[in-house]
C-alpha cells in the first residue's frame, strides 16, 4: 500500500499563498488521476483539484483560477500552489487518488484568517 504524506499547510491571511506537497512512499506514476481534497470542521471532504498522468488538470468551481495542480512522477509528488486564499479555504486538505482509495494519510491544516 503506497503511503501518503502531505505537507506545506500553515496559517495565511485572506490574499495570501501556500504551497502543498504530497509525496508517496512508492511510485505514482500508475495512478492515472491524483486529487487534492479537502475538508472544513463540520463538514464533509469533498474534491479540490485533480490531475491525470499526462498532465490534464480540473478544478472545483470555488477554486478554478486561484489554485493550480501538478505532480512530479519523478519524485513520487503532486503539489498544490494556493492563490489569493479567502476564509472559506480553511480546511485540512488531503491528497489521495482520484476516485479515492480508503487510505487516507493526516493531512495538512490550511488556515485563511486575519
Known amino acids: 500500500q503506497v503511503r501518503l504524506v502531505e505537507s506545506g499547510g500553515g496559517w495565511v491571511q485572506p490574499g495570501g499563498s501556500l504551497g502543498l506537497s504530497c509525496t508517496a512512499s512508492?511510485?505514482?506514476?500508475?495512478?492515472?488521476?491524483m486529487g487534492w481534497y479537502r475538508q472544513a470542521p463540520g463538514k464533509q471532504r469533498e474534491w479540490v483539484a485533480a490531475?491525470?498522468?499526462?498532465?490534464?488538470?480540473d478544478y472545483a468551481d470555488s477554486v478554478k483560477g486561484r489554485f493550480t495542480i501538478s505532480r512530479d512522477n519523478a519524485k513520487n509528488t503532486v503539489y498544490l500552489q494556493m492563490n489569493n486564499l479567502k476564509p472559506e479555504d480553511t480546511a485540512v486538505y488531503y491528497c489521495?487518488?482520484?476516485?479515492?482509495?480508503?487510505?487516507w494519510g493526516q493531512g495538512t491544516q490550511v488556515t485563511v484568517s486575519s
Open positions: 489521495n487518488r482520484k476516485p479515492p482509495s480508503p487510505y
Open positions: 512508492g511510485s505514482i506514476r500508475s495512478f492515472v488521476v
Open positions: 490531475i491525470t498522468s499526462g498532465g490534464v488538470s
